[in-house]
Nanobody, 121 residues
């Protein structure tokens, strides 16, 4: 069974930094596009940063210049370096990926369980 497990969330003061990780585990043959989404209090879930298998990235305007997405394909792991955090960055952050396992099963739009980031003033 394939799993996406996020880690690295926590409480940080405004202006601080956190690094989130998303590790894909199981019988994974290939990880295609991956992304970080967030869902704040009373708001819908949306993409904040995405990365393709060849490393092309895209960012939501709200985080561009402060967040950096990266991935290590050998470890099937994706990261989100978050700097200059603001209270409005407070949200549950979810990892999302398209995966292929060794049996040929395709996991499209697969989600992790989420990790909470709280930015205090």
């Amino acid at each position: 069974q394939v799993q996406l497990v996020e880690s690295g969330g926590g409480v940080v003061q405004a202006g601080g930094s956190l690094r989130l990780s998303c590790a894909a585990s199981g019988s994974i043959f290939h990880t295609n596009a991956m992304g970080w989404y967030r869902e704040g209090p009373g708001s819908r879930r949306y993409l904040v940063a995405g990365i393709t298998s060849d490393g092309s990235t895209n960012y939501d305007d709200s985080v561009r210049g402060r967040f950096t997405i990266s991935r290590d394909n050998a470890k099937n792991t994706m990261y989100l370096q978050m700097n200059s955090l603001k209270p409005e960055d407070t949200a549950v952050y979810y990892c999302n990926a398209d995966l292929l396992d060794f049996s040929g099963h395709v996991y499209t739009d697969y989600w992790g369980q989420g990790t909470l980031v709280t930015v205090s003033t």
